[in-house]
């Protein structure tokens, strides 16, 4: 009855653990070299709290934390597992935000593009639910 009420404790635990992405840190003599420019909304690209959100729910969805190109699948396929070979156009609706992520196979990888794979389209709610994908 032990082992079963640690087996039962140990599988519930599993919903507690969140894999969190650390980003890479430049050294302290790189990030002294680096200017920000003047912020104006004229220069950038703005989005809003809510496309932020939705945009990072699709893309855990689109590609999970933890998938890493392949080192034995062919050229297309690591091509399309890495994340930079993808633009995110992203559009607001009424109480929700879209999502489109489209492969530039051809300028990244400098392979012929192919209509097998022509992205991926999410449309995500405010609260941050996926209400459609495909």
Known sequence: MKNFSLGVLLLA???????????????EEVAAQI??????????TTLTGSQLKALQIALDDFRPIGTAPS???DAYTNCLLKLETYDAWVRRGEGMTFIHFTPKEDERCGLQ???MDAGASYAVSDDGVILKRE
């Open 13 to 27: 635990c599993t919903g507690c653990f969140h894999l969190h992405r650390k980003p890479v840190i430049a050294p």
């Open 35 to 44: 200017q920000f420019p003047e912020w104006s909304q004229d220069a950038t």
């Open 71 to 73: 080192t034995t699948g």
């Open 113 to 115: 593009p192919t209509l």
